[in-house]
């Protein structure tokens, strides 16, 4: 019940935008987005709930395709600061715990 | 106070050891959980505490063991480990555990546990 993150990694320049798809092959409550850099902590990023909806925090943004079992992270004019991997976890319905994607890393170059 | 604290940072122990992984947090959080992260992998789930009671055990060996004395401490002892299980492991909590998982979790730095 992994979800399939894509890509696997991105090579982007600064100020280029990037999508990174998350699906699920279960019907899912809710989707979660981290960013974690080299040596870090996982950091929470947003939450997605099922109904469709879409969240921004300035220049992220992500929403949710209920139909599709699917969710999508939106990294609009990247900055060096955005670099790390980024982690889809998912929640199907009716359980409790968080299952994480394999991970996108997304490296910005000046 | 929106952090977890996680001790030690690093940890190298021969399989015959026995060791401890300590955990804290004072968000009043009710849920917290332990994770395992190999290199290049994401966190996967070990155990889920709710309320200071085991909730989930995704049938982890016995040589792991948790604790939690209390709602702002987790522990996870360590006992004739085995070298494969050489990882990072991660605390975190959240406010409460929902059908659903509609909460965010908070991260700690993690232990980083060599076993020789």
């Known amino acids: 019940q992994q979800p399939v993150q894509s890509p696997q990694a991105v090579i982007l320049r600064e100020g280029e935008d990037a999508v990174i798809n998350c699906s699920s092959s279960k019907a899912l409550y809710s989707v979660h987005w981290y960013r974690q850099k080299h040596g870090e902590a996982p950091v929470f990023l947003m939450i997605l709930l099922k109904g469709g909806e879409q969240k921004g925090h300035e220049k992220i943004s992500a929403s949710f395709n209920e139909k599709k079992q699917q969710s999508s992270l939106y990294l609009t004019a990247s900055q060096l600061s955005y670099s790390g991997t980024y982690f889809c976890g998912t929640v199907i319905q009716g359980a409790q715990k968080l299952v994480f994607g394999q991970g996108t890393r997304l490296t910005i170059n000046p | 106070d929106t952090e977890v604290t996680q001790t030690p940072k690093h940890l190298v122990m021969g399989m015959t050891n026995k060791k401890s992984l300590k955990c804290e947090q004072h968000?009043?959080?009710?849920?917290m959980y332990w994770y395992k992260q190999k290199a290049k992998k994401p966190p996967e789930l070990m155990f889920v505490?709710?309320?200071?009671?085991?909730?989930i055990n995704e049938s982890v060996p016995s040589r792991f063991s948790p604790e939690c004395p209390n709602s702002s401490l987790l522990n996870l002892h360590l006992h004739a480990l085995q070298p494969e299980d050489s990882a990072l492991y991660l605390c975190?909590?959240?406010?409460?555990?929902?059908?659903?998982?509609?909460?965010?979790?908070?991260f700690g730095p993690g232990t980083r546990l060599t076993v020789l």
């Open positions: 975190a909590s959240s406010q409460v555990i929902t059908s659903g998982g509609n909460n965010e979790q908070f």
């Open positions: 968000m009043g959080h009710r849920a």
């Open positions: 505490y709710s309320y200071e009671k085991l909730s």
